[in-house]
């Protein structure tokens, strides 16, 4: 399996010039396994890795103990928030009230301050005192467990739906999806098709300028930091696309759109937050597309033994489990 | 005698020159100042209507127009793009800094463009338009003075130049 992070292109540019040097001199180990960068005003900067964490000193080596490590400075944050915003939070309002950007790469950088609200809503955060790079990885191949079962006999593309806990590997499992139906895959007889994404949190393409730097083949359209439920109709309307993707499920309006792509004969590939199907029926919204039985394949994701690693994938219709880790299936690749 | 006449010529040259130069630097501020207050404007729009991130709203607002006032846009918009960690405060100061003799612009309108950088990036698009909008009120009273301004100075220093360039002439002889 191929991963990779752009780590002179994507991360250092974005980091303070103090945090971007010490990385550099990081053992290359600990930036391979590297799945998150946390930065805390005061406290040692923290790199979250595959086997552990590992504290940076200010030479770059791993320390034995956290007192030992490099301490953030209020400098290095804010710094750091000046460069993923490119000096420009006014382009940046509605991801800030979410509490995260999106940089080059696909990284995800979560925010926690101090929030500022307006009439009970939260219109902006202040006082930025932790951030965490979320790094995202394309990984190649993601997607070949899963691919057999997505893909009907007729050359269709199931309704399917990636349920997995928080960095079990959801974005990494659709964007290697996306590729593989707009690349088709050979060994299925399966040509490609033409693939639509919403990208509302530039994670799965990671987009530049409105371009993907994600590879994702020759048959996609992508709605960049678009919302899911506009985004999906207005790609079915302009781009006649005969599979749409996109992730994180959770609001009522979401449902509905997916409700008018059905309608229009349009497959739907899509993410929800959740640890295994009872959890996801008893979530509002969500859970109806379940009953209703909206969706034709479930994959479930788990992070063990390791992340991306699909637990369970279900035929909705008799909810029948076809896959199953312990008895385990590799067809592609 | 023609070593006297050659010498009178240079000195009274020398200041018509100076008289014009002077006067040139009164002709110019209002035109810059102008094309400021359309910088802003568009640069409001590029901010407002397109989120483009600050240096290349920069960048594109100044697009249209020749000359230094371009050129303090560019340059600050370039400076934020390389080192970004930096304010646009600070890209502000340092464009004006290096562009201190092409600007024919006073000490209050560098103020104001240094308050607009202070003020740049840090907030929310209706707040930023209010930054933008008072930056822009401000300038048209300077703009106003200037046009004043260069009404009354710049054929009194046309004239002072040549009249001063022959009373030392005379002087001289």
């Keep these: 399996m191929k991963s990779h992070i752009n780590w002179e292109k994507t991360v250092y540019p974005v980091l303070a010039p103090k945090l971007a040097g010490i990385l550099k001199e990081a053992l290359p180990q600990v930036l391979d396994q590297a799945m998150e960068i946390r930065l805390r005003t005061g406290r040692p900067l923290l790199v979250v890795t595959s086997s552990g964490d590992v504290f940076l000193s200010a030479n770059g080596k791993a320390a034995a103990f956290p007192q030992a490590a490099y301490i953030c400075s209020h400098e290095d944050l804010a710094q750091t928030m000046q460069l993923i915003s490119k000096n420009s939070l006014y382009a940046f309002e509605e991801e800030l009230r979410m509490g995260f950007l999106t940089v080059a790469g696909g ?93 509302e949190r530039s994670e799965i393409a990671a987009c530049l300028d409105g371009v993907p730097t994600a590879d994702l083949g020759p048959r996609i359209d992508v709605l960049d930091s678009c919302p899911k439920a506009d985004g999906l109709l207005m790609l079915i309307r302009s ?26 004969g349009v497959s739907v590939i899509a993410s929800v937050h959740g ?10 919204y969500v859970g109806e597309l379940i009953r209703e039985k909206f969706f034709d394949r479930y994959i479930i994701l788990g992070g063990k033994p390791q992340v991306g690693t699909v637990t369970q994938i279900i035929a909705a219709q008799n909810n029948e489990v076809i896959y199953n880790r312990e008895v385990g299936v590799a067809i592609c690749g | 005698m023609w070593l006297k006449l050659i010498g009178c010529c240079l000195v009274i040259i020398a200041g018509t020159l100076t008289g014009f130069s002077l006067a040139a630097r009164y002709n110019e501020r209002p035109k810059q100042v102008r094309q ?138």
């Excluded at chain 1, 781009?239 to 229009?264: C, F, I, K, W, Y």
């Design chain 1, 107 to 199: 990284h995800r950088v979560g925010l926690a301050g101090q929030a500022v609200l307006a009439g009970g809503k939260i219109v902006t955060l202040k006082n930025i005192s932790s951030m965490n790079f979320r790094l995202a990885r394309e990984v190649y191949s993601a997607a070949n467990t899963v691919i057999p079962y997505v893909i009907a006999q007729n050359g269709n593309i199931y309704n399917t739906l990636i349920v997995s806990p928080p960095r079990c590997g959801k974005t990494t499992l659709l964007r290697d999806l996306a590729r593989q139906i707009s690349n088709g895959v050979p060994c299925l007889s399966f040509g490609g098709v033409q693939v639509g994404l919403v990208d």
């Design chain 1, 239 to 264: 781009m006649a696309p005969q599979v749409l993707v996109t992730d994180e499920l959770g609001r009522q309006a979401d449902v509905s759109a997916l409700n008018e792509a059905l309608h229009a």
């Design chain 1, 275 to 284: 640890r295994d199907m009872n959890d996801i029926i008893a979530r509002p």
């Design chain 2, 36 to 173: 400021l207050i359309g910088c802003i404007t568009s640069l409001g729009s590029y901010i407002n209507y397109v989120s483009l991130p600050l240096s290349e709203a920069l960048i594109r607002s100044a697009g249209m127009i020749e000359g230094p006032v371009r050129d303090l846009f560019q340059q600050a918009g370039s400076f934020i793009d390389t080192s970004g960690w930096r304010s646009p405060q600070e890209a502000f100061a340092e464009a004006l800094n290096m562009l201190e003799n092409e600007l024919a612009i006073h000490k209050p309108e560098r103020e104001i463009m240094l308050l607009l950088g202070a003020n740049l990036g840090a907030v929310d698009r209706k707040e930023q338009q209010k930054h933008l909008d008072l930056a822009k009120v401000e300038l048209e009273k300077i703009h106003q003075e200037a046009i004043i301004a260069r009404d009354q100075n710049v054929k009194m220093y046309r004239y002072l130049g040549v009249c001063g360039g022959l009373a030392i002439a005379i002087l001289l002889v």
